[in-house]
């Protein structure tokens, strides 16, 4: 258990639909990051969060969103799901802006759009 | 734009040899660079972190150096083991202090007994 927790493990659901990934980082993380993997994409950055403030946005499409509330858990939100969607969703945390440590990563949370 | 290359997508090695995994960066300039290693299905776990002013780091039996000028980490593991099978990424930071990690696609480094 690394101490990033994500729900749900899976998700399968259709086209059109919305689905909110959530993820409660590790004790004392103030950083959470969202990153979407695919088989031929690898690991893209979707979003940082720091202590409830957006800090940088990655590739992250205009029907994704994401928020950090104050007991500094976040959630994904994907709407008007493609198929091309389909993919790991995980959540990373770390200390904090500014501070050189590894990231703690979830076990992910597998999207499936059909 | 900025680029990250890891030089293969799949290294076959003998149990007991070193494996040596390459990650190639371009216009930017990180300032520390960071591996991680995966398993099928499970989060990418974090193995070490090299700072632009070091040459080399080291932890048990993984060492990491860091070429600034050639653009360049290398990352090694000694006498390698069927366990030591996974993909690694590379992590370069972007975006200065307060930036994020971006990640190479891998390499899958298979140890055969």
Do not use: M
Not at chain 1, 27 to 40: I, M, N
Not at chain 2, 27 to 45: E, F, H, I
Request: aromatic share 10%; proline share 4%.
């Amino acid at each position: 258990d690394s101490g990033v927790t994500q729900t749900p493990k899976h998700l399968i659901t259709a086209t059109g639909q919305r689905v909110t990934l959530r993820c409660s980082p590790r004790s004392g993380d103030l950083s959470v990051y969202w990153y979407q993997q695919s088989l031929d994409q690898g690991l893209q950055f979707l979003i940082h969060y720091y202590n409830g403030e957006e800090r940088a946005k990655g590739n992250i499409l205009e029907r994704f969103s994401a928020q950090q509330f104050p007991d500094l858990h976040s959630e994904l939100n994907l709407s008007s799901l493609e198929l091309g969607d389909s993919a790991l969703y995980f959540c990373a945390s770390s200390v904090g802006r500014g501070r050189n440590y590894g990231y703690t990563f979830g076990s992910g949370t597998r999207l499936t759009v059909v | 734009s900025q680029k990250i290359e890891q030089n293969s997508e799949a290294l076959n090695i003998q149990e007991g040899k070193t494996a040596t995994l390459t990650c190639n960066y371009t216009n930017y300039s990180p300032a520390y660079l960071q591996w991680y290693r995966q398993d099928p299905g499970r989060g990418p776990v974090f193995l070490l972190l090299i700072r632009e002013n070091e040459k080399e780091k080291r932890k048990e039996r993984l060492k990491v150096t860091f070429d600034t000028t050639l653009k360049q980490s290398l990352f090694h593991i000694t006498a390698s083991q069927p366990a030591d099978s996974a993909t690694y990424l590379c992590a370069p930071k972007v975006g200065g202090s307060q930036g994020n990690l971006i990640f190479g696609k891998g390499t899958k480094l298979s140890v055969k007994p």
